[in-house]
C-alpha cells in the first residue's frame, strides 16, 4: 500500500502530460457534449449523425446494426466510422443524456491520455529516469500524424492503439498476455479497423516469437490464436462489420500510399522546413509520417550515439527479429504498388487478386504508424543510451521544445477548427413549414437516385435525425453494394410507375427529376420545389392534416430549357449534366460517358427545333472499330449513325414536323440513344473498368 501511494505521483505524471497537451492543442470546447458546432463538416458530420441515429434506435442482435442510419445502403455503427466502443457505452444512458449530446471531445482527451500513458510505459522499457520519461512522453504525444487526424477521422486519433500494442510486443516478461492482447484487440476492433490491422500483426509477430523463443507451447500459443481470433471476430460482429457483404472491398489501392520522403516532408506542419515536391500530391495525406522539426534534429543526435557504438542497439535489435519483420512488412505494404519518392514515381504490376485484397486496407499509407512509432522510440533508446541522463534530458528537453513551437504551424490550424464557436445545432437550409408537418407524416426520408455520400446528405440526415426519421441521404465508409444496386433498380421502378411508398418522403437529384418527372401523379402527390430540394410527397394532397399551403408546381417546369442556338456542355460541374436522365456515367473534366446500352437526354424547348448538334467521342479501343448508334426523339426514329473515330465527331440529328409536334404536345424533347456495339474497358484489358462504353457527349447545341 505504501508503495502504491509513492507511485502515485509518478503515475499521474503521464496522465496530466496528456492533459495539458490536449487543452494545448484541441482546447476545452470540444468537451462540451452538446457543442456540435465543429461536427458540421465531411467526415465529422457522419461520424456524429451515425452516433445521433443509433441512440434512438431500438436495441439489436449484432449491436452495432444501425438500420435508420442508410437504410438499404448499409447499417453498421462501424461504417460511419462513429467509434462504436463509445457508443456502446453511451447508448444504455440515451434517455437521460441530453440532446444533442456528442462523446468525440471525451474520445479526444483520452487519446491525449492515453497516448503518454502508453509512451510513458515504452520508454519505462529503457530508462527509469522520471526526466527521461517525461520530455520522451510529450515528444510522443506531439506526433503530427496523430494530431492532424484529429478534425477529420476522429477515430484515428487513437494512436495510443498502436504505442500499446509496440509495448506488449517488445516487454521481455509480459504477464496475463492473453488478457492483454485480447483487450486490446477487441478495443482496436470496435475502434477502427485500421488500428485492428496494424495492432493484429504486432501480435501475431509477438505470438510467434513467444513460441520459436519457448516462452510458448505449440497447445497454448495455438489457444491464444483460436481464442484471440475468435473474441476479435465477435467484437466485429456485434459493431457491424459483416453487414455491408462484398461492399466491404472498395478501391483505390496505391493512390492513398505514403511517399519515401514522407518522414521528413512538412506538409505545411514546419515553420523552417519547406514542403518537398511531388510528396503531398492526391492521396498523399494519408501517408502524412512527418516526425517534426524536433524529432529530427533529435534524430541527428541519435545517429552520433549509434555510431559510437555504447548503446546496445545492434543486440536490442536482434531479439526482435519477427518484430522487425512485421514492421518491415508494414512499410511494404504503406507504399504500395505505386512507389514514389517526392516527384519520382514507378509502379510494379501484382495479379488481382492481391490487389482486390489490399483494397480492404485502400489507405495504405497509414499502415506506416507502427513503423513511425517504433522509429520515434528508437531515436530516444539511441539518444538514452548514449548519454548520461542528465545530457539526455538537456537534448530531449531541446528537441521537444523545437517540436511544439515548429509544429505550431500545423496545430494552429487544427486549435481553429476545433476552437470554433460553440452551437447546439447546425444551420439548416430546410427551413419551410413543410418540413415539419412532413416529419409528422412520413417514417423515411429517401433521397433519389440512392447513392452513397448524395447531395445535401449533411442537411437532409440531420433533418431526418432531428425528427426521429430514417434516412438513405448519409455518407458512409463502406456499403452494401448489392442492395444498393436493388434499391436503385426499386426506385427505377417506382419512377417509371408513378407509385411510391406512402411512409417515405422523396428528395430528387437532377436526374431523378427527369425519370420521375413525366409519371407524376399530380392527383395524389405533392410534387415541388422547397428550399432549393425537389420533393415528392406521396398522398401529401390527400392528407387532412398535412399543410397545404405549399405550391403546387408543373413537374415539366423543373426541367432545364434550353434556347435556340445555345450550346450546352456536359463536363464535370457543368449545367448539361442536369438533363442527362439515366444511362450515363459520372460526368468528367472533358465531359460525359454514357454507360449501358442506352441513354436518354431530356429537356425543353420554348420554340420549334429544326436539328440538334452533337459532338461527341466514341470509346474505340484496339480492336473495337466502330460505335453503331440509333437515336431516337420522343420515340420517333431519327437518325443511325456509325462513329469510327474516337474524337472529332460531330453528329446533326434533323427534327422533322412531325417530331416537333410530339414534343410540343409532350412539353419535352427526350434524345434517345441505343448503342448496339458498347463495350467495357475490362474486356479490352484497359484496367479493371466494367463500365459498358459506347458514346462520349461532350456538347449539344439546338438550331
Given at each position: 500500500m505504501k508503495d502504491l501511494v509513492k507511485r502515485l505521483p509518478l503515475n499521474l505524471l503521464p496522465l496530466l502530460i496528456g492533459v495539458v497537451a490536449f487543452f494545448i492543442v484541441v482546447g476545452p470546447r470540444a468537451l462540451n457534449p452538446q457543442n456540435i458546432a465543429w461536427l458540421g463538416n465531411g467526415d465529422p458530420a457522419t461520424h456524429y449523425l451515425g452516433w445521433a441515429f443509433f441512440r434512438q434506435s431500438p436495441w439489436s442482435f449484432p449491436v452495432g446494426l444501425n438500420p435508420s442510419y442508410g437504410l438499404e445502403l448499409g447499417n453498421g455503427i462501424i461504417f460511419s466510422d462513429s467509434n462504436p466502443l463509445l457508443a456502446f457505452l453511451f447508448k444504455p444512458f440515451a434517455s437521460l443524456l441530453p440532446m444533442p449530446f456528442q462523446y468525440f471531445g471525451?474520445?479526444?482527451?483520452?487519446?491525449?491520455?492515453?497516448?503518454?500513458?502508453?509512451?510513458?510505459?515504452?520508454?519505462?522499457?529503457?530508462?527509469?529516469?522520471?526526466?527521461?520519461?517525461?520530455?520522451?512522453?510529450?515528444?510522443?504525444?506531439?506526433?503530427?500524424?496523430?494530431?492532424?487526424?484529429?478534425?477529420?477521422?476522429?477515430?484515428?486519433?487513437?494512436?495510443?492503439?498502436?504505442?500499446?500494442?509496440?509495448?506488449l510486443g517488445l516487454h521481455p516478461n509480459l504477464r496475463r498476455r492473453r488478457l492483454a492482447w485480447g483487450a486490446l484487440l477487441a478495443a482496436a476492433a470496435l475502434i477502427h479497423a485500421y488500428f485492428l490491422a496494424m495492432v493484429a500483426v504486432i501480435w501475431l509477430a509477438d505470438l510467434t516469437a513467444g513460441y520459436f523463443r519457448k516462452k510458448l507451447t505449440l497447445q497454448s500459443a495455438a489457444i491464444e490464436l483460436i481464442g484471440l481470433f475468435a473474441l476479435v471476430s465477435f467484437c466485429?460482429?456485434?459493431?457491424?462489420?459483416?453487414?455491408?457483404?462484398?461492399?466491404?472491398?472498395?478501391?483505390?489501392?496505391?493512390?492513398?500510399?505514403?511517399?519515401?520522403?514522407?518522414?521528413?516532408?512538412?506538409?505545411?506542419?514546419?515553420?523552417?522546413?519547406?514542403?518537398?515536391?511531388?510528396?503531398?500530391g492526391f492521396g498523399d495525406g494519408e501517408g502524412f509520417v512527418f516526425l517534426g522539426l524536433g524529432l529530427v534534429t533529435l534524430g541527428i543526435c541519435a545517429v552520433v550515439g549509434l555510431l559510437q557504438g555504447k548503446t546496445g542497439f545492434r543486440q536490442r535489435l536482434g531479439r526482435q527479429p519477427l518484430l522487425f519483420l512485421a514492421l518491415a512488412g508494414l512499410t511494404l505494404f504503406s507504399l504500395s504498388n505505386h512507389v514514389a519518392m517526392g516527384s519520382f514515381e514507378f509502379t510494379y504490376p501484382l495479379p488481382p487478386a492481391v490487389i482486390s485484397i489490399a483494397n480492404v486496407f485502400r489507405a495504405s499509407g497509414r499502415m506506416f504508424w507502427p513503423v513511425y512509432y517504433a522509429i520515434i522510440f528508437t531515436i530516444l533508446f539511441l539518444v538514452i543510451r548514449a548519454n548520461t541522463p542528465r545530457t539526455a534530458v538537456c537534448l530531449m528537453s531541446l528537441a521537444l521544445l523545437i517540436q511544439v513551437l515548429d509544429t505550431h504551424a500545423g496545430w494552429e490550424g487544427v486549435r481553429k477548427q476545433l476552437m470554433v464557436a460553440p452551437a447546439a445545432k447546425w444551420a439548416s437550409p430546410m427551413v419551410d413549414p413543410f418540413w415539419e408537418s412532413a416529419a409528422a407524416r412520413y417514417k423515411n426520408v429517401r433521397w433519389i437516385v440512392p447513392q452513397n455520400l448524395s447531395p445535401h446528405w449533411m442537411a437532409v440526415a440531420?433533418?431526418?435525425?432531428?425528427?426521429?426519421?430514417?434516412?438513405?441521404?448519409?455518407?458512409?465508409?463502406?456499403?452494401?453494394?448489392?442492395?444498393?444496386?436493388?434499391?436503385?433498380?426499386?426506385?427505377?421502378?417506382?419512377?417509371?410507375?408513378?407509385?411510391?411508398?406512402?411512409?417515405?418522403?422523396?428528395?430528387?437529384?437532377?436526374?431523378?427529376?427527369?425519370?420521375?418527372?413525366?409519371?407524376?401523379?399530380t392527383q395524389s402527390d405533392l410534387?415541388?420545389?422547397?428550399?432549393?430540394?425537389?420533393?415528392?410527397?406521396?398522398?401529401?394532397k390527400r392528407c387532412s392534416t398535412c399543410l397545404q399551403a405549399t405550391p403546387q408546381v408543373n413537374p415539366l417546369e423543373l426541367i432545364p430549357s434550353l434556347d435556340s442556338g445555345q450550346k450546352t456542355v456536359f463536363a464535370y460541374g457543368s449545367q448539361g449534366r442536369a438533363m442527362l436522365a439515366w444511362g450515363w456515367s459520372d460526368s468528367e473534366l472533358w465531359g460525359t460517358w454514357s454507360e449501358g446500352p442506352e441513354a436518354v437526354v431530356m429537356f425543353r424547348v420554348p420554340a420549334p427545333v429544326h436539328s440538334l448538334r452533337l459532338e461527341a467521342t466514341a470509346f474505340l479501343p484496339p480492336g473495337h472499330a466502330g460505335q453503331s448508334i440509333v437515336i431516337s426523339i420522343n420515340g420517333m426514329p431519327a437518325l443511325n449513325t456509325r462513329l469510327e473515330q474516337a474524337d472529332g465527331n460531330i453528329i446533326d440529328v434533323p427534327i422533322t414536323h412531325e417530331m416537333q409536334q410530339r414534343v410540343s404536345s409532350q412539353g419535352v424533347l427526350r434524345l434517345q440513344f441505343q448503342f448496339a456495339d458498347a463495350v467495357t474497358p475490362k474486356q479490352f484489358g484497359i484496367g479493371q473498368d466494367a463500365r459498358i462504353l459506347a458514346l462520349g457527349l461532350k456538347s449539344l447545341t439546338v438550331n
Open positions: 471525451l474520445w479526444f482527451l483520452a487519446c491525449f491520455v492515453l497516448q503518454a500513458w502508453f509512451a510513458w510505459k515504452l520508454l519505462g522499457l529503457v530508462s527509469s529516469h522520471v526526466g527521461v520519461r517525461a520530455v520522451g512522453t510529450a515528444l510522443f504525444v506531439f506526433a503530427p500524424p496523430m494530431i492532424m487526424r484529429m478534425p477529420f477521422h476522429l477515430s484515428l486519433g487513437g494512436h495510443f492503439l498502436v504505442l500499446a500494442s509496440l509495448y466485429c460482429w456485434q459493431a457491424g462489420y459483416f453487414s455491408v457483404g462484398s461492399g466491404a472491398v472498395s478501391d483505390g489501392f496505391g493512390m492513398y500510399a505514403m511517399n519515401l520522403l514522407s518522414l521528413i516532408d512538412p506538409g505545411q506542419w514546419s515553420y523552417v522546413l519547406k514542403d518537398l515536391p511531388g510528396v503531398q440531420d433533418f431526418a435525425g432531428a425528427h426521429g426519421l430514417a434516412t438513405n441521404a448519409v455518407y458512409l465508409g463502406r456499403m452494401d453494394t448489392v442492395n444498393w444496386i436493388k434499391s436503385e433498380q426499386e426506385t427505377a421502378r417506382q419512377m417509371a410507375s408513378g407509385k411510391y411508398d406512402a411512409d417515405s418522403l422523396y428528395l430528387l437529384d437532377e436526374r431523378a427529376l427527369l425519370q420521375a418527372v413525366t409519371n407524376v401523379d410534387f415541388t420545389r422547397i428550399d432549393g430540394f425537389t420533393v415528392l410527397a406521396p398522398g401529401w
